[in-house]
């Protein structure tokens, strides 16, 4: 679970805490940050965000992506960075474009239906190796962090992301993705496979540009059968695993509760848990040696900050050590700021 | 667990082998039938939908709804009919009407936002009395059926109906509803009361009309954490069992698999799975009284028929016997009707 050499990392930063906590070192107390913390929570960002014509002009433009990727370090002094970006730009790279819709979400004009329509998709270093404005992100990101705090590295895992190119936009049920995995399991796991080569050239390049660690999203989960993640999820996130050796990675499949076990196999460093997981049950279930990250209920920042400084503590002593403390999800849009800071200054006054 | 009296079921109908599983008798093969069984899978639904003016005018005309209701019995011969409705019934008896929005769902014009908005609402029999097309629809429905098969009556979990009364509308996260239990958990208290008892004269009306059997949805049962789901949810779905003991009642909280043997608990007869459930898991954690219901995966009636046929024998192999045959959700909308009756066929023609 060593995947980076500590020297690699301390030489540049000040505050590398989250990579000792990945690396399995011991720390006086958790590191702290949130999925989707360079957002909608934050005045600032609400102010850029208003000058731009969309979501899309953000994260194609390099150094509006770095300003509001910096804002939460400079706003709520959390432990790590995360890129501002998308997961849906490898489908765009591989030739599959989408929109962004306002209030809606991603929409897709054309998706994936046929053999044909995978046949033509771009894939592996000649797809990844064209976003260049992430690449370019990470870059000015890191050089402005200035080792401040790590910079962390995305991509939406495989299975998540063939729900959107087969069903074009966000869903339920995803029963056209679906759909696809019983009709032809064999033309979904060829497309699966070529997610899977673009989306470890592109973690490899974001790796080149400065990413200090990674993690993948399994979005979409908990909407797959136990039998049907173990064939058409885990095969692939294990081969992402498996090729990233550079830097700390950790996954993330939301909903997962099933495939815990299967999950604690990978070769990652940390497990990530949505709020409906118990940090003892997971710890058993996935064995002794990886970080758990999560896994506050979201919600609780819209509660009275003496309670959430209550339960961000008893979640903190629940999971013991080996634990890096976010939300169990992206942080919602509507939070209020102060409940953000109550969570962060709670975990930043902690010592084990 | 014996909640009817078997001769009360048995003088009328000439199937009633779903209420025997429910009240733990023995039987040669396990009942089936689908959730949304009524509805777009048929195209004698669609026909005469498609000369209305919504959803709601179906709803709201008692001969209509009783039609839609027989239709699958007709088309589909499963072993009971549950009656055409929706679980926003109740929020609209209680004076917060909804309107549905083809291709996007309830809205509700009017939201729950603080204690006046409670205060006003009407509850108990005074708003459940109001809802006679659903009591004249199942009359109709009771006559015209002729003791083929058991009639289902159904209502929304408290938890459920609060977060539309909250929400206004389908939601990915709910957050609008799970803010209010946050910051204003007493309110929330007063309405699931206010809820609860007018879901318990409104199911005592629907026996009274004819319902041979009841089912309570918490559709919305896995986007709350244990301990609040423990709080707010399982409290009032247990009044709500204790309160009907005249028939059989199953409880389907839809993605609760962390709070199984509290719902294991409960004074019903029968507890719905969704498609992540293992039976075996399920019944070590719930005991040996209760019949289980479910749960293939709805995607699976996208497949072949072969696959459709084998994985549904394998699944009523792995409930071993107190099992009533259903998928693990809704019947999705463009299912197409040849896997719908290769499923329903594959059960009826299954001998133990």
Redesign the interface.
């Known amino acids: 679970m060593q995947k980076v050499s500590a020297d690699q990392a301390q030489t540049v930063l000040q505050n590398d805490l989250i990579l000792k906590v990945a690396r399995g070192e011991e720390v006086e107390r958790p590191p702290v940050w949130l999925m989707r913390q360079a957002g909608r929570i934050l005045p600032q960002y609400r102010a850029l965000r208003g000058k731009l014509s969309g979501f899309k002009e953000l994260v194609e433009t390099p150094a509006l992506a770095a300003e509001v990727t910096i804002q939460p370090i400079d706003e709520l002094d959390v432990d790590a960075a995360i890129i501002f970006s998308d997961i849906l730009v490898i489908p765009e790279a591989m030739g599959l474009t989408y929109e962004m819709v306002e209030k809606k979400g991603p929409f897709f004009p054309e998706t994936i239906q046929q053999a044909a329509d995978v046949e033509k998709l771009v894939s592996g270093d000649s797809a990844a190796s064209q976003l260049h404005y992430v690449f370019e992100a990470l870059e000015i990101t890191k050089r402005e962090l200035a080792g401040r705090v790590p910079l962390i590295g995305f991509a939406g895992a495989p299975w998540t992301i063939l729900s959107y190119m087969v069903e074009g936009q966000?869903s339920?049920?995803f029963?056209k993705a679906?759909?696809l995995?019983?009709?032809n399991p064999k033309l979904a796991h060829q497309l699966l496979q070529k997610i899977t080569d673009t989306t470890i050239a592109y973690l490899k390049l974001k790796i080149a540009a400065g990413a200090d660690m990674l993690q993948v999203f399994d979005s979409w989960a908990?909407i797959l059968?136990?039998a049907?993640y173990s064939e058409f999820a885990i095969p692939y996130i294990r081969q992402i695993c498996d090729a990233i050796q550079e830097v700390p990675i950790t996954v993330f499949a939301k909903?997962a509760?099933?495939a815990l076990e299967e999950l604690g196999q990978l070769d990652c460093n940390t497990i990530g848990l949505d709020?409906?997981l118990?940090p003892q049950d997971v710890r058993q279930k996935i064995g002794p040696t990886k970080a758990l990250q999560g896994n506050l209920?979201?919600?609780?920042l819209?509660?009275?900050q003496e309670?959430i400084a209550e339960k961000t503590q008893n979640m903190i002593k629940g999971f013991k050590k080996q634990h890096i403390v976010n939300l169990g999800?992206g942080v919602?849009p509507?939070t209020p700021l102060d409940g953000v800071k109550c969570f962060v200054n709670t975990v930043k006054a902690y010592r084990y």
């Open positions: 966000g339920k049920t029963s679906r759909k995995l019983y009709q908990g059968p136990k049907q909903d509760w099933f709020w409906h118990d209920d979201p919600c609780l819209y509660a009275p309670e999800h919602y509507d």
